[in-house]
């Protein structure tokens, strides 16, 4: 019998069984070896990875007036090591034009605001949120899992925020986004918390509730239309700006009468537009990406009843790719306020041409969406941050967790890139300046960008 | 395989009862569509939905003509799907992604003669040179596809190269996305008389153009299949590959031909979707790729005529389905659920006709 299968064997693994055996081995062998590497990790963690109390006040408190009670834990960054932030946003993929430049913002900013106390600062690897929940949450696990790191500026898009937000900030850290703006993760602007929110959570960016106002009083009040569609793509962002201008053009006595969905990927949007055509609305709110946006602006004008509709769409659709086609002309647009002009963000001493300049300069291009004077605001607010909640003890730098939300919980009249920033008590920071473009022109996009018809509020 | 009601098992029960829902589901939703639109008042219009819309004939003739010419570009793919099944017998999930690499190959030629200023200037010209030149360079993928992933793998069982034509899929585009970036390419503005609605029926003249294309297209196609020594080759291998070789048939030979013509396919197809929606992303192929096997399987996979019809078949359906029978039934955001609808024509007719609605055609040994 034993030699039946001995035979079998034999015969069988003839050609592999040498090579299988010397397989086995060496993966024996590495498997031991790793087993040896991990089994003492526990139990001798980095030694300034721990937070520690807050050390026992000698005679002289070396904290000064650093910000913070400790209740979060102290990081210490030993003497020639770096302070530990993160970019996390969406790099990769068809929303990377809205999270490069952010991600290349912080870099420039990290540049010019220098060392925090004589440290240097350290953006690590550059994470990517993939615009969707599963992405934010993939990064966010791998953020938290170095204690180093105090704070992180992203996400990208509010679908990742939603999954991110809750684990960077219950580690302690804190999240200033550049471009989230969902009204879920916020607050209403009446006292209530969105359903998303996270104490430690910050924005840079504006909340949609803005957004969807000023959309909706410009096409009421300045375009005279009182029947208005909207189209959404299922994305949180989309869909809870679709919902504020329904919101807040009904509050000025207007009508939405259709509202429909659309799926990411769909190409023929004729189905979506007839159904909003039957109510033969005056005007077109749809609050997009690309490439589903393209497809909308060429296949509306040729549907029955929306002919003569105003076409609009607000800061996800304002990006340089899409106001060159042609089909985008006559389109209005909502979007954060880049009127920047003489605007100086007070951490840096630097204006907007002159971080425009480096970024070209970096990188050969222009930024590809407005938010990278957010996310250079969201990186200089976090290092000021920093500075006020650290001290230099025995040579290394402890930072007090606390003390970062202290001090970004009580920034008030902050001259940014943006503007003048100013943070609540759900994190809203952003000016919340609304410009409404008139885009007339495939062939000059700059000129449509400037072209400002409406300022909210 | 008849089976007396005696035999009936509990899964034929259950298939059944699936068909009567389907069917009831359908004609409800028909049904208050048609009375919706005989008198939009009348209690049988609203009984399930009281917000209903009314279509008007203008669009309810758009949604056909879309219907049609996004139907006819899922045929195109659909004949590329359905060739090599009928040859090698598995499905080269790869041939989405062929489709798209024509459609980039197209969006960054246009853009480069557009540059140059001669798309506007012999428009016509351009077009010849950017189909040429996007059939080529499908072709050339398609026949490197084969070669290099799926020849190594002849003869093994058909699961392999099914999954390898998946890992295929991914390479592709991963490779196109690497090469030009994530950023949405689109093709240059197209001339007057392709974007107006035409005097002929208000249609658009670029969606004429598609269905033109692809109803010549398939022409071709039959007459190369049915008609040259090259097709009667394919259908000898189709037939058994054993014996076409014992014959003096060169199997590689055929079997590379047959993904030449079939990348030839999804590159014209790639073209006519850069005329038709204009816009091109790396991921551009999928969702129509898994269309267009749906609609070769619905027409009867292996069954030329079949694809082209059951292309036409899913178009027409995910563009009036939505407004036609969901939304009458009160189905809220319908629009979003055109996919589902398409998937459920495809449930559907294998539930009523497993085999197709032409019938698959497919090499002796695999038919039941």
Request: glycine share 10%; proline share 5%.
């Amino acid at each position: 019998m034993s030699r039946y299968i001995m035979n079998r064997i034999s015969q069988k693994g003839r050609r592999f069984s040498p090579y299988f055996v010397a397989l086995l081995a060496v993966l024996s062998l590495l498997a031991a070896g790793c087993g040896n590497d991990d089994d003492p990790q526990p139990a001798a963690p980095e030694q300034t990875s721990t937070p520690e109390a807050p050390p026992p006040a000698p005679t002289e408190d070396p904290r000064g007036d650093a910000l913070g009670d400790g209740s979060l834990g102290i990081v210490t960054v030993a003497s020639g090591e770096s302070v530990q932030i993160r970019s996390l946003n969406a790099i990769s993929g068809p929303v990377a034009f809205l999270g490069l430049p952010n991600q290349r913002a912080v870099e420039l900013a990290i540049a010019d605001y220098g060392d925090v106390h004589g440290f240097s600062v350290d953006l690590g690897t550059p994470l990517d949120d993939l615009c969707s929940s599963e992405g934010g949450q993939a990064a966010a696990q791998t953020i938290v899992a170095d204690e180093q790191v105090i704070g992180v500026i992203g996400t990208s898009c509010s679908g990742a925020a939603v999954a991110a937000a809750p684990l960077v900030t219950e580690a302690g850290m804190v999240m200033i986004s550049p471009s989230n703006t969902s009204p879920a993760l916020t607050s209403d602007f009446q006292g209530n918390a969105g359903e998303s929110w996270s104490v430690g959570y910050y924005r840079t960016a504006h909340n949609d509730l803005i957004q969807g106002a000023a959309m909706a009083n410009f096409l009421f009040g300045e375009l005279g239309v009182d029947n208005a569609a909207a189209i959404h793509d299922g994305d949180p962002y989309t869909q809870g700006l679709a919902l504020a201008f329904q919101n807040a053009f009904e509050e000025l006595g207007g009508s939405v009468s259709g509202v429909t969905g659309i799926n990411k990927g769909d190409t023929d949007m004729v189905p979506a537009l007839t159904e909003v055509a039957a109510f033969s609305p005056g005007a077109l709110f749809f609050p997009i990406f690309q490439p589903e946006g393209d497809f909308i602006a060429a296949q509306a004008p040729t549907v029955s009843g929306l002919e003569d509709a105003y076409l609009l769409a607000a800061d996800g659709l304002l990006v340089d790719d899409f106001l060159a086609l042609s089909d985008s002309e006559g389109m209005h647009f909502s979007g954060p306020d880049v009127r920047f002009g003489a605007n100086v963000n007070q951490s840096t001493g630097q204006n907007a041409d002159q971080i425009l300049a480096a970024y070209d300069q970096a990188h050969g291009e222009p930024p590809s969406a407005p938010f990278w004077g957010h996310a250079y605001d969201a990186a200089t607010l976090l290092l000021d941050a920093i500075a006020a909640a650290s001290w230099v003890e025995d040579g290394d730098l402890r930072i007090d967790r606390a003390g970062v939300r202290q001090h970004l919980n009580s920034v008030s009249g902050y001259s940014g890139i943006t503007g003048t920033l100013s943070c609540d008590d759900f994190g809203d920071c952003a000016s919340q300046k609304i410009t409404v473009i008139s885009h007339e022109s495939s062939d000059d996009i700059e000129a449509s960008k400037n072209n400002v018809v409406y300022s909210y509020p | 395989m008849q089976l007396t009601t005696k035999q009936r098992t509990k899964v034929d029960w259950f298939l059944t009862i699936l068909r009567v829902i389907a069917l009831v589901v359908i004609c409800a939703g028909f049904a208050a569509f048609v009375a919706q639109m005989i008198d939009s008042q009348n209690p049988f219009a609203r009984w399930a939905n009281p917000d209903a819309i009314n279509l008007t004939g203008e669009q309810f003739q758009g949604l056909v003509v879309t219907g049609l010419a996004q139907g006819a570009m899922y045929g195109l793919i659909a004949l590329g799907y359905s060739m090599v099944y009928g040859v090698l017998g598995f499905i080269n999930f790869a041939h989405g992604e062929v489709f798209m690499v024509g459609a980039m190959t197209g969006a960054v030629t246009s853009s480069k003669l557009a540059e140059a200023g001669y798309w506007e200037s012999s428009f016509v010209l351009c077009l010849v040179l950017v189909v040429v030149l996007s059939m080529v360079v499908c072709t050339v993928t398609a026949v490197l596809m084969e070669r290099v992933a799926y020849r190594p793998l002849r003869g093994k069982p058909r699961l392999i190269p099914l999954i390898t034509s998946i890992g295929v899929s991914f390479f592709l585009q991963n490779s196109v996305l690497a090469l030009l970036g994530s950023t949405v390419k689109s093709y240059p503005d197209l001339p007057d008389w392709l974007t107006d609605k035409r005097t002929f029926l208000e249609i658009q003249g670029s969606k004429i153009l598609v269905v033109v294309v692809a109803a010549l297209a398939m022409a071709g196609l039959w007459y190369l299949v049915e008609k040259t020594k090259t097709g009667k080759a394919m259908r000898a291998v189709a037939e058994d590959a054993e014996i076409a070789s014992l014959m003096g048939i060169d199997v590689n030979r055929i079997i590379v031909k047959t993904f030449a013509v079939g990348g030839a396919m999804a590159g014209v197809a790639g073209i006519l979707w850069g005329l038709l929606f204009r816009s091109v992303i790396h991921t551009t192929g999928f969702l129509p790729g898994i269309k267009a096997f749906s609609s070769a399987v619905v027409g009867g996979i292996g069954n030329l005529g079949g694809s082209m019809a059951g292309g036409l078949t899913i178009g027409v359906a995910e563009s009036l389905g939505p407004l036609m029978i969901l939304e009458p039934l009160g189905v809220s955001g319908p629009s979003q659920l055109r996919d589902a609808v398409a998937f459920a024509v495809l449930i559907i007719v294998l539930l009523v006709r497993p085999s197709g609605i032409f019938g698959e055609r497919l090499p002796p040994e695999e038919r039941t």
